[in-house]
């Protein structure tokens, strides 16, 4: 039974929320804003918030002096690249410790997530000295590579909790059926499991499209994804608030829109399935 | 539960993962540990030579490691702090009934999306910069003098950043936890007579326990190494007062070439983290069993 | 055709023995009814003989041929699941389909015997539906479907109907009854439900902790039971059991009495007790009596006994069915 909420009571929530919903959203309008003023009216006291001559002139701009389309097929081939050989890699493992778990199965998975605690500093300057060493420094297979490392437990577990809540009677009912081990995972657990590989790829792209610590330090101008690329406005050209925040926008656009659309996965892919 | 034809195709699948899993956690970790023990400069190659322990006391009594190690746990547990009040707060004001819940959802969400370097430099900027920032007009319009956040206050301006960065995320996960409570459970405990606050104390917030506890988990790992936020923002500075482990560590390899001083440092990071691990471990292995 | 025998079957998990070892004939076309408490290894046992199990030791034949090595697929034998286990992604069509496409079959033979099989289980209107949009009878009815398009030599039941409401239950229990007096193949049927184990076998394997505890008729268990586990497992409501004195005076260690096979009396009879629940079903009253010196027994009398609680009555056992067990529990004949 639903409760009965009176409309005012209702009409104070959605004031408050709302109101607290803005001002943490804030932050991120005033860049899409600023992104389309002139770099006066950007700084200019007190500041405009919507009557000002909109111009898209910062985005060409970004564009033409920092050649922001290279950094932007950076960050694609990266997080694209990253995320498909991991899934690539651990499908079959989340497959075989959901379906056919033994008694070390949960043990497995844990020591898998306690590789995440390694804090990255740890190895930084070894990777730094095999990467130089071997010329994968500030290269896109360089990057991929630890990426791929990085959130491999993560996908594995993503991937394991949604393996886990296919019913192992329907993969039993397909063997009963007649079907080969190769048939049961075309007809039946692949066309099952497709919603949860999806969410862990969209998750899993969020995650190595915003990872910050390896881009930043494998990197240089060659291969530097979005992060690096507007790490560099970090001075001087910071100063110039239109054109920081046109890049900035350009950043997280995508990832932005993705993100939304994959709320729910967020929660459970993080939590390692903890919540639902 | 399965047969023994599946069993042995299972552990050949899951052998890629393991392997390479071990190979990342065994192969530049030992690297580290040999390198801590040399004296060895990427600017004096060559002169490498065994070091003992020295690396190790050089960094440990380096008045900027006690400074780093407060501001680590200052930045875990300031962020922590914020997320977890601020977050269980949200998620109750979001359960309400309202109007155009799903896109107060979105609002409250994006920050979490927005990588670290963009977030930091509009805050820096943006709101934070005394002369030209939000912050700053403010400041002026209420007839104060504008405040230095990042001079003045680093640390306390890098956990604010971080922490808008983070509050989504908790938000998110409490509030699905939240949505999962039994709304007959709720209705029970009217019936018995409990009010507001005991429905909060006695129902939500044990039920939210676990929801919690995860939220501890996953940030803390990523709070202890906070990066990107202090590199463009204060550098580490004013002087060493916003560095963190993470930080000193990359400052001592990448901008010191001390390779010897940089893997000790990277070990004893390591260590913190893992006796920061080891509670923690034993707190979600609790809450996944159930 | 169609006929099972396990030699000597055992399973072991880890150092648990589930089920100890097992020797077992089952004939063609025979209903052959698995019962027993949970826990008792009566699905496991159904496991081993699909396959999706590995035996510890032993022997399953089937049709005289050794079946103990093949996969589940090569066996011959179709299975309805406890959550019927249809495949979500697919139409009823498809689900009913699958084993036949898993099998090459022609796509004009498929058409046709699921067609066949769909008009059999009143399916026809829904074959383009999904299992989702499917109530608890008709998933039911598409799993078993699914089993029988492609003719098997035996049809394995893992509880099936413990999903559904006792009315649908009821029914369903009925249809499968009538499938096997139509098909006539081998059916081997997993319950904890006594009933529909009574009413649906032609023969009962009783289970306890792994091994078989009596295997016959429902009426031989019911008139014979073995031992005390299978008299008190079958039958409702349960039998009572008498032990000390009033049993030596049967010379036996244990007596066991059905409650329909008590007479009671307002003024008469061998014992006296007091009324301490009385059941009124209408066509039956099930009474709870504490009876004085031997404890609580349960009585049942056909149409309405006027008694309420503390009322006095007197119970008289038939003794021509009594049952009667020795310290081992088992049947003294």
Known sequence: MARNVSTQRKVVVTVVAWTIGILIFFPILWTFLTSFKTEAQAIASPPAFLFFDWTTENYFEVQSRSNYFKHFMNSVVISFGSTLIGLIIAIPSAWAMAFAPTKRTKDVLMWMLSTKMMPPVGVLVPMYLMYRNSGLLDTRIGLVIVLTLINLPIIIWMLYTYFKEIPGEILEAARMDGASLSKEIIYVLTPMAIPGIASTLLLNIILAWNEAFWTLNLTAAKAAPLTAFIASYSSPEGLFYAKLSAASTMAIAPILILGWFSQKQLVRGLTFGAVK | MATLHTRSAARLMIAPSVLLLLAWMIVPLAMTIYFSLLRYNLLMPGMEEFAGLSNYIYFVTDPAFFQAVFNTLAIVLGVLFITVIGGIALALLLDQPMFGQGIVRILVIAPFLIMPTVAALVWKNMFMNPVNGLFAWLAKLVGLQPFDFLANAPLFSIILIVAWQWLPFATLILLTALQSLDEEQKEAAQMDGAGAWSRFFYLVLPHLSRAITVVILIQTIFLLSVFAEILVTTNGGPGTQSTNLTFLVYAQALLQFDVGGASAGGIIAVILANIVAFFLMRMIGKTLEA | ?333
């Open chain 3, 1 to 333: 055709m169609g006929s099972i025998t396990l030699k000597n079957v055992s399973k072991v998990f880890g150092s648990h023995a589930v089920i100890p070892s097992i020797d077992l004939d089952i004939h063609h076309g025979e209903f052959v009814v698995f019962v027993g408490p949970s826990g008792c290894g009566k699905s496991t046992l159904l496991r081993l003989i699909a396959g999706l199990e590995d035996v510890s030791d032993g022997e399953i034949v089937i049709d005289g041929k050794n079946a103990t090595e093949l996969p589940p697929a090569k066996r011959g034998l179709s299975m309805v699941f406890q959550s019927y286990a249809l495949y979500p992604h697919m139409s009823v069509r498809s689900n009913i389909a699958f084993p036949l496409k898993m099998a090459g079959e022609d796509k004009a033979v498929i058409d046709k015997k699921v067609a066949d099989a769909a008009r059999v289980l009143n399916l026809t209107d829904y074959l383009d539906r999904k299992p989702r949009q499917l109530s608890g009878g008709q998933r039911q009815r598409v799993a078993i479907g699914r089993a029988i398009v492609r003719q098997p030599e035996a049809f394995l039941f893992d509880e099936p109907l413990s999903n559904l409401d006792a009315a649908l239950r009821v029914n369903m229990r009925l249809e499968i009854s009538q499938l096997h007096q139509q098909l006539k193949t081998t059916m081997i049927y997993v319950t904890h439900d006594q009933v529909e184990a009574m009413t649906m076998a032609d023969k009962i394997v009783v289970l306890n902790r792994g091994r078989i505890e009596q295997v016959g008729s429902p009426l031989e268990l019911y008139h014979k039971p073995d031992n005390l586990f299978v008299a008190g497992f079958i039958g409702s409501p349960k039998m009572n059991f008498i032990s000390g004195a009033p049993a030596a005076a049967y010379q036996a260690h244990t007596i066991g009495i059905r409650p329909e096979h008590l007479t009671l009396s307002k003024d008469q009879g061998t014992w006296r007790g007091t009324v301490g629940v009385a059941e009124h079903l209408g066509s039956d009253t099930f009474l709870h009596v504490k009876a004085d010196t031997i404890g609580t027994l349960t009585a049942r009398v056909s149409g309405d006994f006027g008694v309420t609680h503390g009322d006095q009555v007197y119970l008289t056992p038939d003794v021509q069915r009594l049952h009667k067990f020795d310290e081992k529990g088992l049947a003294i004949r």
